[in-house]
């Protein structure tokens, strides 16, 4: 046996080897960047639920604003708490900018729909109150452009039905 046919049956045992291990190792990259991305969805989802909650703790420490009621308040809102309600709207439509940010997809699997779904849930809550889509230009000014789009889409329909 030469050198030169003992070097081309190496080459051939290493290519016999090398292309199904390239193969697998491609193949645990993806399922690697696939597991990454699904806890990273998981964590975005858990952050905005987070900070949702925190949100709810300050409307219940603003309880004569009353906007875990559906209608409006009895009274009027004094030009103060007109500015507080107008400051918890905003930092609700910031939470949603976010969460449109981080989660919102045109195609989005199971997953991601079943966790985006739930956030829209809040949205649409919100798009309930008369209140929250009359402040929407204002609060919408400066935000995302699609994500404006998104919700004016929710705020219409929710409108429509509270007709």
Wanted: proline letters at 3%; one cysteine or more; glycine letters at 2%.
């Amino acid at each position: 046996m030469t050198w030169i046919q003992l070097a081309r049956d190496l080459n051939n045992l290493l290519t016999l080897f090398a292309l199904p291990l390239a193969i697998l190792a491609f193949l645990a990259i993806l399922y690697a960047q696939r597991h990454r991305r699904h806890h990273q969805q998981e964590d975005n989802y858990r952050r905005i639920s987070s900070e949702y909650v925190d949100f709810l703790k300050l409307v219940l420490a603003n309880p004569d604003l009353k906007l875990l009621r559906k209608g409006l308040p009895d009274q009027p809102l004094s030009d103060e708490q007109h500015e507080r309600k107008l400051a918890l709207f905003n930092i609700l439509i910031s939470l949603f900018e976010r969460a449109y940010l981080l989660v919102f997809e045109e195609r989005m699997n199971r997953q991601t729909r079943r966790l985006w779904l739930s956030l829209e849930d809040y949205m649409r809550e919100w798009c309930r109150r008369h209140d929250f889509r009359q402040a929407l230009p204002e609060l919408l000014q400066g935000e995302d452009e699609d994500f404006q789009i998104y919700l004016q889409k929710i705020a219409e329909a929710e409108a429509e039905k509270s007709e």
